[in-house]
Structure formats: structure tokens, C-alpha cells
């Protein structure tokens, strides 16, 4: 065997060395950047859950709106009817007493499309804490990816981990969203 066959095997040798060396950062990088698509994914979700919850909530509102419009013209209409005089008293009576049953059926639908409003409007709050979570997961990966990524480039493995401190940050913003009620 010539000497510079040698040093060519002694070359290969380290520049497998260094690859192999490698390799659990660029595994390290595969994981990342899979976690940073499912959050991304699980982000998207969850801002489209909360535009479509507070569509839900609007629509509620606008329910409750309209009961409360058609409950107040009916006092303004029974009002009306107790002041105006009118040849038939009894009918005059018997309008009065069906605005008043309408009235309090309509006063508890009411009460029960405020509370469904503002319930849907607890949950379009939740979806956006969520999705603020998952928004913040998903930029510490990125950074943990990226940073990961210059280990590759300068063979300083410092930079692996400083990339693994982002990304485990990132697994706990996205993980705390579990925690959310």
C-alpha cells in the first residue's frame, strides 16, 4: 500500500466519521420538521374553528335580536291597546292577553339565546387562545429547525443544541393546548 493510498483511506475515514456524527442531527431535523407540519396543520384547524364559531355566534346574536325586537313591538302593541279605546272591549282584551302570553315565551327564549350566544362566545375565545398556542409552537419549531439546520453547515454542535431547546419549547406551546378548558 502507497502513502498517499493511506491518507486517502485515513480521508475517508474521517469524512465518514463526520457524517455519521451527523446523522442524529439530521434525524433531528426530519422530526422537526414534521412537528412543524402538524402544527401548522393543527393551527390552520384552529383558526378555522374559531371564524367558524364566531359565525355560529353572530348568528345567535342576531336571533336574540330579532326576539328582542318582536317582544318590544308587542309590549309597544299591548300598550297600545290598553290606552286607544275601542268599541269591543273584550276583543281589546283578548288581544292584550294574547301579546302578554307571547311576551313571556318570547322574554324565556330569550334567556336561553343569550346564554347559547355567549357560550359560543366562551368557545371562539378558547379557539383563539388555542390557535395562538399552536401559532407560537409552530414558529419555535421553525427557529429550532433552522437552527438545527446550521450544525450541518459550521460541524459545531452547539447549534444542535440550541435547535433542540427551540424545538422542545415549540412541543410545549403545542402540548399546553391539551391543558386548555
Known amino acids: 500500500m502507497e502513502a498517499n493510498e493511506a491518507q486517502e483511506l485515513q480521508e475517508h475515514a ?10 442524529p442531527v439530521a434525524f433531528t431535523m426530519s422530526v ?15 383558526h378555522t374553528e374559531a371564524v367558524l364559531d364566531q359565525n355560529r355566534a353572530t348568528d345567535q346574536w342576531n336571533e336574540y335580536q330579532a326576539h ?25 282584551r283578548e288581544l292584550a292577553k294574547q301579546y302578554a302570553a307571547h311576551e313571556a315565551k318570547w322574554n324565556d327564549e330569550l334567556k336561553d339565546e343569550k346564554a347559547t350566544a355567549e357560550a359560543l362566545e366562551a368557545k371562539v ?37 440550541i435547535g433542540i431547546v427551540f424545538s422542545l419549547a415549540g412541543i410545549v406551546s403545542a402540548a399546553s393546548v391539551l391543558l386548555l378548558k
Open 125 to 161: 375565545e378558547l379557539a383563539e387562545v388555542r390557535a395562538t398556542r399552536f401559532d407560537l409552537a409552530e414558529a419555535l419549531l421553525e427557529i429550532g429547525l433552522v437552527v438545527t439546520s446550521v450544525t450541518l453547515l459550521t460541524r459545531s454542535r452547539i447549534y444542535w443544541y
Open 68 to 92: 328582542k325586537i318582536r317582544s318590544y313591538d308587542t309590549s309597544l302593541n299591548r300598550d297600545l291597546l290598553t290606552v286607544v279605546t275601542i268599541g269591543d272591549k273584550d276583543v281589546a
Open 14 to 23: 474521517e469524512h465518514g466519521s463526520h457524517e455519521s456524527a451527523l446523522r
Open 32 to 46: 422537526a420538521a414534521v412537528l412543524v407540519a402538524v402544527t401548522t396543520v393543527l393551527g390552520h384547524r384552529t
